[in-house]
């Protein structure tokens, strides 16, 4: 693509990196076909080359933003499909972070819409305020259906449809982690999270932020896992948010406090005791750590100590693909595997999850489409109801249609996403793994009762054999 910005131009490093981006895409249109709302919407100007053109003229031409391209803009979902389909290498995420940081900067929005993605702001990077936040939108769920009716109002409605119980973080202890059952050739399952790992590996477990209070068994299933193959968590005073819900909205300033602020928690254990890896549960996080070097690219003070963090930041998935674990005999069970987008397409984890999951006794089925976004995109379902809600009911459907037994994903907001929507268990995939390594039954499939119907119709079988192991 040719361009014409400006020496002045191209004296800021963001328009710099912009156009560079932007002269690498061949119009080629390959990535339309793998962009959710291009498919769902069929408008040109709703799939990444549309996107790339309302960019290009915006920035090259320093234009504030209007109300039309902030509309494409903002139905991006930033899933990243495009990436993986491109045969030009468009960095179409750096691209959209700059676009939308424009946006940010020059666009008067609505005020309702200021007044929503300030609340969300606000509310989900703080897990005390999200966890209050939940308590108030379930005794206000009887007023989503006036809210929905209100096009200005509809992701209030969408909030009040989101909220979902907190699951409680289980009790403090500084007793040893234990396996339920001995497990063949982990080298400990009596190892500590508090204490020195056997293997003498060292890991940082992000806390985050919506997690932390939507489901923190999730980082208990990683720690007591890790710990049963001798590989001590430890905890990291002043480590939060990624940074990625405001990331997102273009607030940049935000996002480098939020970045800045664990660069420096995870630097200071760095040189207080090393570590091996920082370990992320969800992958929405995990694309974003991995971004940090590029994020503060140009802080004197950070550039350097942010590369090193991007170079530690690893999923659980490709960690634990590394320790080598031992097959465990099956569970009887099968398993529709999710990719959530960050995953595959953020960070191009994509055989890793499936191996550790086969390897674990579990026989994995795909779905259809499984390139395609569930339509959760961090706040995208609040902001975007509507082509969210779509979405969700084509991937529902499609990983319904495998007639898996449950839903394995490795991001919080696809396991809320999907199980919103679905008859079928959705656990992450580092539960089962937990599970099938001696843990706990993951606490969605002791509360399902699929097995339950299946192990009396059935007479008793292999899978509610598995169910209670």
Avoid at 2 to 30: K, M, N, W, Y
Avoid at 68 to 84: F, G, K, P, Q
Avoid at 181 to 190: C, H, K, Q
Avoid at 285 to 311: E, F, N, V
Wanted: hydrophobic letters at 40%; charged letters at 20%; a neutral charge.
């Amino acid at each position: 693509m040719q361009t014409s910005f400006t020496p002045e131009q191209r004296a800021d490093p963001a328009l710099a990196e912009s156009e560079a981006i932007l002269r690498r895409c061949v119009h080629c249109g390959f990535c339309t076909a793998t962009c959710p709302t291009y498919v769902t919407l069929g408008n040109e100007l709703d799939s990444p080359r549309g996107r790339i053109y309302l960019i290009k003229d915006m920035l090259e031409n320093g234009r504030p933003a209007t109300e039309e391209v902030v509309t494409h803009l903002d139905r991006c979902l930033s899933c990243l499909a495009c990436t993986t389909t491109c045969p030009s290498g468009v960095d179409y995420m750096h691209l959209i972070d700059h676009a939308r940081v424009h946006v940010e900067q020059t666009y008067p929005r609505p005020l309702a819409d200021r007044l929503i993605r300030g609340l969300l702001a606000a509310v989900l990077p703080y897990p005390a305020r999200f966890r209050a936040a939940l308590r108030l939108a379930r005794l206000a769920r009887p007023l989503g259906p006036a809210l929905a009716r209100v096009a200005a109002l509809k992701p209030l409605a969408a909030m009040l449809r989101l909220a979902q119980e907190a699951r409680p973080a289980p009790p403090a202890s500084s007793a040893p982690v234990q396996a339920a059952r001995p497990v063949e050739g982990a080298a400990s399952i009596a190892a500590s999270t508090s204490g020195e790992g056997l293997s003498g590996r060292r890991v940082a477990l992000l806390a985050g932020c919506a997690q932390s209070v939507l489901d923190p068994s999730i980082n208990e299933a990683a720690a007591r896992l890790l710990s049963r193959f001798g590989v001590e968590v430890v905890d990291v005073p002043g480590e939060g948010c990624c940074g990625a819900l405001v990331h997102h909205m273009g607030r940049q300033e935000e996002a480098l406090a939020f970045a800045r602020r664990n660069v420096d928690a995870w630097t200071a254990r760095i040189e207080a005791g090393g570590l091996d890896a920082i370990l992320v549960t969800t992958s929405g996080c995990g694309t974003t750590l991995k971004d940090y070097g590029h994020m503060l690219q140009h802080d004197p003070a950070y550039a350097q100590k942010a590369a090193r963090i991007s170079a530690l930041a690893l999923d659980i998935t490709e960690y634990l693909d590394r320790l080598d674990l031992p097959a465990c005999p099956s569970k009887g069970l099968t398993v529709a595997y999710h990719a959530a987008c960050s995953l595959q397409h953020g960070q191009k984890v994509t055989l890793q999850p499936k191996r550790l999951l086969s390897a674990a006794g579990f026989t994995l089925r795909e779905p259809a489409e499984g390139h395609l976004c569930c339509g959760s995109a961090g706040t995208y379902n609040i902001l975007q109801p509507e082509i969210s809600a779509t979405l969700q009911a084509r991937k529902v459907g499609h990983l319904e249609a495998t007639r898996a037994d449950l839903v394995a994903a490795g991001n919080i907001g696809c396991i809320t996403q999907i199980g919103q929507a679905s008859r079928l268990p959705v656990v992450h995939t580092v539960e089962l793994l937990d599970w099938a390594y001696g843990g706990p039954v993951p606490a969605r499939l002791a509360e399902a009762e699929l097995f339950a119907v299946r192990a009396e119709t059935t007479g008793g079988s292999a899978k509610a054999a598995a169910i209670g192991a």
